[in-house]
């Protein structure tokens, strides 16, 4: 089967992963990339457990955790700073391995690139239509040309042209809150934990990262690609986050406004096939989750291992699409929707309910966050 070509749409983690993981069984790939060249938008990433594990299964985990921070706890905090839910990732990290990392997302990919070979890369190739040609997939691109390949696996993100060929009923879906993030220097605020804090107002992450850097993420309630909040900057967000606890105003404030990234939150709701024949759809082209778990990467990355499992273990490669197909359909869901369903409870915004929830979640006993963090994290390769 080592001879089969495969051709990867997509060069964002879930392409870039499986490329790694499919040169190492030994398959030869082509990875075609919309873009210029391959660069991530400059955020950060949390990888929980399973991520790294995955990663540990292609020898790159080592590599990856000396060029991101691990950090010891997550706690979720009211807009005063007291603690609503805190997760204990020592005890985490023992039980599922190392957990709670986080990495700038150039650093990620710049692993990633150090094992391909970069002849294997084409940039500039915006994949727009694929048709089956004999036993062959022939994928057509935006600048007339087209390739011609044995399996094509479908990596081209939440917006896949090639997913909407395939699925065309399968269009991404507007959260209901948008989101402003940036990786700024921190001089004199020694950060340590990762902390979410859940306000009436809205929700603000913030994630230390390697070299006195720290990437935060806020998020609101407004109507899908609001013109005013589109021309936001630094200062409306130190506005809209007023009298929150310390440092989040201090950070915001420090924001350069040319270091904002805004998107609107959204996912795709769950497809229910991956596997079309020679082609296979993974990473968020295959379930885009909102990032409320911090789980979207990582089940990109998850993708990535289970595949090259299954294209070992199996002698037909559609055959091996099938398998993968079988066993990422339940997990991706319930990632998917329970996302979709902590959204809304994160992002309430009636200040009475808000109090109510917070009430509730202080009165979750451990044991029912263990068992969903078994859910997710007690993943077996
Ligand atoms: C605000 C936010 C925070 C997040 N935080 C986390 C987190 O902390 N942890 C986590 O695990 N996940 C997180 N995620 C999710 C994570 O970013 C995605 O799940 C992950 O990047 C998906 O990788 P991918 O390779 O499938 O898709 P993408 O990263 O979208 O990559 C797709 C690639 O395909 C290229 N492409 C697009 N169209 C075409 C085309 N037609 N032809 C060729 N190439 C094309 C793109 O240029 C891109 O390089 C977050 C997401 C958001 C929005």
Redesign the pocket.
């Known amino acids: 089967m080592s001879s089969k070509h495969f051709t990867i749409?997509?060069?964002?983690?879930?392409?870039l992963s499986t490329a790694v993981a499919l040169k190492q069984k030994g398959f030869q790939v082509s990875i075609?990339?919309?873009?210029p060249e391959?660069k991530?938008l400059g955020?950060?990433?949390?990888?929980?457990a399973n991520?790294i594990k995955a990663y540990k299964k292609l020898g790159l985990a080592e590599k990856i955790i000396e060029r991101g921070r691990i950090l010891p706890s997550f706690s979720i905090l009211d807009q005063w700073g007291k603690v609503i839910t805190q997760a204990d990732a020592q005890g985490l990290s023992e039980k599922y391995g190392t957990h709670n990392f986080s990495i700038h997302r150039p650093a990620l990919h710049q692993v990633l690139l150090e094992e391909i070979d970069p002849t294997c890369l084409h940039v500039n190739?915006?994949?727009?239509r694929v048709e089956n040609i004999g036993d062959q997939v022939l994928v057509h691109f935006k600048d007339g040309s087209s390739h011609l390949s044995d399996y094509l696996i479908v990596?081209?993100?939440?917006?896949?042209?090639?997913r909407r060929q395939l699925v065309p009923n399968s269009a991404p879906r507007y959260a209901g809150y948008t989101?402003w993030?940036a990786v700024i220097d921190t001089p004199g605020l020694a950060m340590n934990e990762a902390t979410e804090t859940w306000g009436s107002k809205g929700r603000i992450g913030i994630v230390p990262l390697a070299d006195d850097r720290i990437y935060w993420?806020a998020c609101v309630n407004g109507p899908v690609q609001d013109a005013k909040m589109s021309a936001w900057r630094s200062a409306d967000l130190v506005k809209q986050f007023k009298g929150f606890h310390h440092p989040i105003p201090e950070i915001l404030a420090h924001t350069p406004d040319e270091q904002l990234l805004w998107?609107d939150?959204i996912d795709l709701k769950p497809i229910s096939k991956f596997a079309y024949g020679r082609i296979l759809l993974?990473?968020?082209?295959a379930h885009?989750?909102t990032?409320n778990m911090?789980?979207?990467?990582?089940?990109?990355i998850e993708d990535a291992v289970i595949l090259a499992d299954e294209l070992s273990a199996q002698d037909k490669v559609e055959s091996a699409f099938l398998a993968f197909e079988k066993r990422r359909l339940p997990r991706t869901h319930f990632i998917v929707n329970g996302s979709w369903q902590m959204g809304k409870i994160a992002q309430l915004g009636n200040p009475i309910l808000v109090r109510v929830r917070n009430s509730l979640f202080r009165m979750i006993p451990d044991r029912v966050n263990e068992k969903q963090m078994e859910k997710v994290l007690g993943v077996d390769f």
Do not use: M, N, W, Y
């Open positions: 749409i997509g060069g964002g983690i879930a392409g075609f990339e919309s873009a391959i991530p955020a950060g990433l949390v990888l929980a991520a190739k915006a994949a727009v990596a081209d993100g939440i917006h896949s042209a090639i989101c993030r993420f998107h939150i993974i990473g968020d082209a885009a989750t990032p911090g789980q979207g990467a990582c089940q990109a």
